[in-house]
Every structure is written in structure tokens, then in C-alpha cells.
């Protein structure tokens, strides 16, 4: 999407059903074997049971960024996050970002984001993206 055809209150959602595999997977590929995402047993007295990463569900904040808003070819300057609330296996997360401010002179967007399962935020995010025309 090009800088010129964004605007203010613009926004982008997409929900993603979190399951054990991607979890697994994620611990798999970052290294991060924290019991609590990995040991049902360890996680129960804790959370109730294994929970998601916190920075799968940026991740996929940041696939929105990089597919719907902006768009391909965007670039991610900064990302703010505070977690909130865990993501469990079986919860389907919607992720939702909005455009708040629009810098022209340099083509850069600012985003506000949440992750939420039905009224149970997860976490807010902000971020600044620069675009390319």
C-alpha cells in the first residue's frame, strides 16, 4: 500500500487459532524452551497450564504490518509492547491494528495494536513503520 492512500482510523484484524504445534514449534525455532510454554505439569500452578510466547503473538502483529497495513515493502522502525494477559493453546486471538498518525514528510505511519481473546486483552502494542512512496 502506498503512504499515500492510508488514513487516520484505518485498521487491519486478523484472528489466529494458537495450538500447541505452533508453540512447540516457536520454542523449537527461537530456542526458548521455558517450561512454562513447554511443561504442562511445570505451567499448571502458575497459568493453569503451557501458555504461547508473548512475542509469537508479536510476531503475528507483525505479519499484519508486513501484509495488510501498511503493506509489503513496509519497514518496522520501533514496536512498543505490554503484555497484559496470557495466550493459551485452542484460544483464537484476534490481532488488531489502527493507523493514529501519518508523518508524510518522511512516509512514516504510527500504529496502535491489541491482541485480545474475546474481552481478555493480551497485550497493546504501538508502532512506527516507514514506507517506501
Same mark, same amino acid.
Given at each position: 500500500?502506498?503512504? +499515500?492512500e492510508?488514513?487516520l482510523?484505518?485498521?487491519?484484524?486478523?484472528t489466529?487459532?494458537?495450538?500447541?504445534?505452533?508453540?512447540?514449534?516457536?520454542?523449537?525455532?527461537?530456542?526458548?524452551?521455558?517450561?512454562? =510454554?513447554?511443561?504442562?505439569?511445570?505451567?499448571?500452578?502458575?497459568?493453569g497450564?503451557?501458555?504461547? =510466547?508473548?512475542?509469537?503473538?508479536?510476531?503475528f502483529? +507483525?505479519a499484519?504490518?508486513?501484509?495488510?497495513?501498511?503493506?509489503?515493502? +513496509?519497514?518496522a522502525?520501533?514496536?512498543?509492547?505490554?503484555?497484559?494477559?496470557?495466550?493459551?493453546?485452542?484460544?483464537?486471538?484476534?490481532?488488531e491494528?489502527?493507523?493514529?498518525?501519518?508523518?508524510?514528510?518522511?512516509?512514516?505511519?504510527?500504529?496502535e495494536?491489541?491482541?485480545?481473546?474475546?474481552?481478555?486483552?493480551?497485550?497493546?502494542? +504501538?508502532?512506527e513503520?516507514?514506507?517506501?512512496?
Amino acid at each position: 500500500m502506498k503512504f +499515500s492512500e492510508l488514513a487516520l482510523g484505518q485498521t487491519a484484524t486478523q484472528t489466529i487459532h494458537i495450538t500447541p504445534e505452533m508453540i512447540a514449534g516457536f520454542a523449537d525455532v527461537t530456542g526458548d524452551h521455558n517450561p512454562l =510454554h513447554t511443561d504442562p505439569a511445570y505451567a499448571e500452578p502458575r497459568f493453569g497450564g503451557v501458555i504461547a =510466547h508473548g512475542v509469537l503473538l508479536v510476531g503475528f502483529f +507483525s505479519a499484519i504490518l508486513a501484509s495488510q497495513l501498511p503493506g509489503p515493502g +513496509s519497514v518496522a522502525r520501533s514496536l512498543n509492547v505490554r503484555f497484559k494477559a496470557p495466550a493459551r493453546p485452542d484460544d483464537d486471538v484476534c490481532i488488531e491494528v489502527k493507523v493514529v498518525k501519518l508523518v508524510p514528510r518522511i512516509r512514516k505511519v504510527e500504529l496502535e495494536g491489541r491482541a485480545y481473546v474475546g474481552d481478555r486483552v493480551l497485550l497493546r502494542i +504501538s508502532a512506527e513503520v516507514l514506507l517506501e512512496e
